[in-house]
């Protein structure tokens, strides 16, 4: 079963529910999914859209609604923190489960010895090679504050 399809059932059952955060969550993913689509039929590069086409995007998502978090923490908005943060769980839930912290950097210094990274010079060097062989499991914002910590010792 394809991602599109699995986000496609949930909505049905959310449906069948009644559950009115779900339900908006899975049409705003559902319409962007399309929009996603629709990009990808016109235009030179003509594709169908894949699994992967729908990771990216859930990322995207995933990494708007962080940011949102944050800001209505900031600002002593509960209200929308809420609305946020069931979004944010409903999006996590189709993507691969994220490393931890200390896995994380592990992998980094793993990867900065690998390379032989001494500065924040080679940090486009580190990120490439993770973005290559951990583009799903890890989150590169925090592998990003990592490698800066890492570097500049």
Known sequence: MSL???????????????????????????SSIKDLDISNRSGPNK??????????????????????IEIYKKNNRNDLLEVEQNEYEILTSFLPKQLSEEDTKKICEEIIAKLGANS????????GALKQ?????????????????????
């Not at 995007?57 to 940011?67: D, G, I, N, T, Y």
């Not at 924040?120 to 990120?127: E, F, L, N, R, T």
Request: net charge positive.
């Open 4 to 30: 599109k399809d699995t986000i496609e059932t949930e909505y049905k059952n959310a449906l069948k529910s009644k559950d009115k955060t779900k339900i908006s969550t899975y049409r705003l993913i559902l």
């Open 47 to 68: 594709k169908d859209t894949d699994d992967d086409d729908i990771k990216k995007l859930l990322k995207k998502m995933v990494k708007q609604r962080a940011e949102s």
């Open 120 to 127: 924040i010079k080679d940090m486009g060097k580190v990120m």
């Open 133 to 153: 062989q951990y583009s799903d499991d890890l989150d590169f914002a925090k592998a990003g504050a990592l490698l800066k910590q890492l570097l500049n010792k």
